[in-house]
């Protein structure tokens, strides 16, 4: 007798229920479409799961599937809706796949154990059994859904809401097109493709791919025991003997600036003889790191060498969160203030193709990460000084010589912008003054300033102290950027080689008259905050955390998931 493919997913219990609970017009329909062998009619009702897990797992996503709310949750109960609430995690296969995936979070610098691990091994054992209760399995497929959405999500935007650690936070969320999460994990599942999955999921840029290789090398490293401490001591320099220079060709070694054979070398006078290999070893180490390079081992020096194995690996885990939160913005056209490596770049297509050393804020006033766009220039621009730098720098120094003011052409204006002479304000108590210093080679901002909507009064701009350039370790400044080659980069930004070449850049300054210029189109600027340096040359610097940022993010990276 042929049936209805609704009938035959029913049992007598079921259709008995189902015609009982239609309204009297319809029951008499369905007794004689059943009597004759038709079937129930699917279109009336609505669909029953053949699966009684299914039916468990409907019931425990279905409120979350109503909810207004978005977020992890509600992407389960959608991933689970598009499948009619069927089991997911059926062939072994996948789950195969899964656990594989999960295992190899611990690679980009993520905790597996987030991601409910060894719960799934518990349980999938369980399932193993021939008594597996429906409502274990269903428990599993939403566990183990869970988890591959959380991991994808983590590896496309980061563990960490940066906007929770640093309020100045501006930068856009990743986030994938309407609908398209949890179908691509469906389509995955479908297709067999979870592993093709979680590698497109990862940032696709090869910085990326370098801080994980350089995560796999420090833990290689840590794996062979790392390195033992250097002995405190005298400042250690080329040509002397010290029972310490072992330790340190060591160090060297381990780290890859030394090869071994230099041992061998240094067997024809004293191992403790500091040579020249070793002296330049240092030297490389000491321009990696950020220290002044002079191949002797100060306390600097020392400092940094002792940092250990483990202090390192943490620090690469760090930067790949924030290579998580920041990568996907590096696209098209852009500048890029690299605010602990005291670098500026500008991109073209993705591409640097301009480079420069900048000063940044000290690190009580330090330089915000946020994001902004370049609208316009100022060529010989004014300085008007900011509250917190008049009453903490300027109004102390005019206190002690009132001199200051003329000697660094600072004119004082009241309330409506006219000038009042020095001689009449009450310096103990000034009230309803702004200090404001000539445009000039000696202005603070220099000849050039390059200005971008932001609450911060941050800006990067020219400064007369050139000087600071050469050091190694660059905050120095009041929070704004101090660009050392300024006029490359206005001629970059301007992108007029007609009416704004460099040429006529440097004529419209030397008039000494104060000039906005308007960019024919905004440039984006990103102000981040990197502590891992990629060398070209494979080598990996490890900068100093200047604002004391590493912490907060690893703090949050290490703190266990609560799972929905």
Known sequence: MPVSPYTVMMSADDVDRE????????????MLLLLFGAGLPAWPLAAQPADPAAALIREQLQ???????????????????????????????????????????????????????DELLRQRAALADSRATAMQRARFDLLATDACLTALAHLYRGKVDPASLDTHWNFDARQPAPGQG?????????????????ARARPQNPLYDELRAALARW??????????????????????????????????????????????????????????????????????????????????????????????????????????????QLHGDFMMVDIAGYRVAYYRDGKPVWRSRVQVGKPYRSTPAFKSQVTYLTLNPTWTVPPTILKNDVLPKVRRNRGYLAANHIRVLDGQGRERSPASVDWANPRGIVLRQDAGPHNSLGRLVIRFPNDYAV??????????????????????????????????????????????????????????????????????????????????????????????????????????
């Open 19 to 30: 015609v009982n609970a239609m309204p009297p017009s319809l029951r008499c329909i369905a």
């Open 63 to 117: 409120p979350t599937l109503d909810a207004p709310t978005a977020g992890l949750g509600k992407a389960r109960a959608q991933f689970y809706a598009l499948g009619g609430f069927a089991p997911a995690w059926t062939r072994a296969t996948d789950v195969d796949s899964l656990l594989v995936a999960l295992r190899g979070m611990s690679a980009d610098g993520l905790d597996p154990a987030d991601y409910a691990l």
């Open 182 to 198: 949890v179908q691509s994990v469906r389509d995955a599942l479908a297709q067999g493709q979870l592993a093709e999955l979680f």
């Open 219 to 328: 833990r290689g490293v840590a794996a062979q025991g790392g390195w033992a401490s250097i002995p405190v001591g005298p400042t250690l320099k080329p040509g002397m003997r010290d029972a310490r220079v072992p330790a340190l060709r060591q160090r060297l070694r381990v780290a890859g600036y030394l090869p071994p054979a230099v041992d061998a070398a240094a067997g024809a006078g004293s191992p403790e003889d500091y040579d020249a290999a070793t002296e330049q070893a240092l030297r490389q180490f000491q321009s990696v790191q950020y220290l002044t390079v002079d191949g002797q081992l100060g306390p600097a020096t020392l400092a940094a060498l002792n940092v250990p194995v483990a202090a390192r690996i943490d620090q690469l885990r760090v930067n790949l969160e924030r290579a998580r939160w920041l990568l996907h």
């Open 459 to 564: 800006y990067l701009h020219d400064t007369p102290h050139q000087e600071l350039f050469a050091n190694p370790q660059r905050a120095t400044s009041s929070g704004c950027i101090r660009v050392e080659r300024p006029r490359e980069l206005a001629e970059l930004l301007l992108d007029d080689p007609v009416r704004w070449n460099r040429a006529a850049i440097d004529s419209a300054i030397d008039t000494g008259k104060t000039q906005n210029v308007t960019l024919a189109r905004p440039v984006t600027l990103l102000l981040a905050y990197w502590t891992v340096d990629l060398r070209e040359d494979g080598r990996i610097g490890f900068r100093p955390d200047i604002y004391q940022r590493d912490a907060p993010v690893l703090a949050a990276l290490d703190r266990p998931r609560v799972s929905p």
